[in-house]
């Protein structure tokens, strides 16, 4: 039972940044949000993960309000090999039931170029 | 980072016989280990959680009887699907965190055809 909400695609042109945005209106205190890139035909990968106001790393960067009821994923410049679907769960330690184990529909980006 | 690997990468069967599929954590250990199935143009969708040393956890409206988990050692998980129908053809992900992370690390899938 996924507990997020992503639009369902989005178009981009090469060299542009992108931006992703999540909802999650019920986050619980103890959830960390994470998010995975898939390409057709392999397994998810992922791209980062964070809990409070602002992560980075080499890929993206992740922007979370104080209120945590939204995510922000940000791909610099993106390239025609960001083309993939990007997937937002959010959730605390990986257990039976856990929520973060559940996707919901995903972001098909589709770079153009 | 953590590495997980699945075997095989692809396998055509014919309806009616099984077919197991390996996962395994390359460079550490997974006490849990997640499988997952996707149908074309669709999201993951779990089927069971791999608990090493005990009986799997599957979600409802799996068969636990069709999809048999085996979770014989720290770093190796196998599903077998049993009297296959070309309906369970789908591509089958394992994952699996590691340590205490809330992270999941992804296999690279396996697609199944039954014909």
């Known amino acids: 039972l996924a507990k997020t909400t992503q639009p369902i695609s989005m178009d981009s042109y090469e060299g542009q940044e992108v931006n992703i945005t999540c909802s999650h209106n019920?986050?619980?205190?103890?959830?960390?949000i994470t998010w995975y890139q898939q390409f057709p035909s392999q397994g998810p990968r992922f791209i980062i993960q964070?809990?409070?106001t602002k992560v980075t790393n080499e890929v993206a960067s992740l922007f979370i309000p104080a209120d945590r009821k939204s995510s922000t994923l940000s791909l610099p410049r993106v390239s025609l090999s960001d083309t993939a679907v990007y997937y937002c769960?959010?959730?605390?330690?990986?257990?039976?039931?856990?929520?973060?184990?559940?996707f919901g529909t995903g972001t098909r980006l589709t770079v153009i170029p | 980072g953590a590495v997980v690997s699945q075997h095989p990468s692809w396998v055509i069967c014919k309806s009616g016989t099984s077919v197991k599929i390996e996962c395994r954590s390359l460079?550490?250990?997974?006490?849990?280990m997640f499988w997952y199935r996707q149908f074309p143009k669709q999201s993951l969708m779990l089927m069971a959680t791999?608990?090493?040393?005990?009986?799997?956890?599957?979600e409802q409206g799996v068969e636990k009887d069709k999809f048999l988990i085996n979770h014989a050692s720290l770093t190796l998980s196998t599903l077998t699907v049993t009297s296959a129908h070309p309906e369970d053809s789908s591509f089958y992900i394992c994952?699996?965190?590691?340590?205490?992370?809330?992270?999941?690390?992804f296999g690279p899938g396996t697609r199944l055809t039954v014909t």
């Open positions: 994952s699996a965190p590691l340590g205490t992370s809330y992270e999941q690390y």
């Open positions: 460079d550490f250990q997974a006490t849990t």
């Open positions: 769960l959010v959730g605390g330690a990986l257990r039976t039931g856990a929520n973060n184990l559940f």
């Open positions: 791999s608990n090493e040393g005990s009986k799997a956890t599957y």
């Open positions: 019920n986050i619980a205190t103890n959830d960390y």
């Open positions: 964070g809990y409070k």
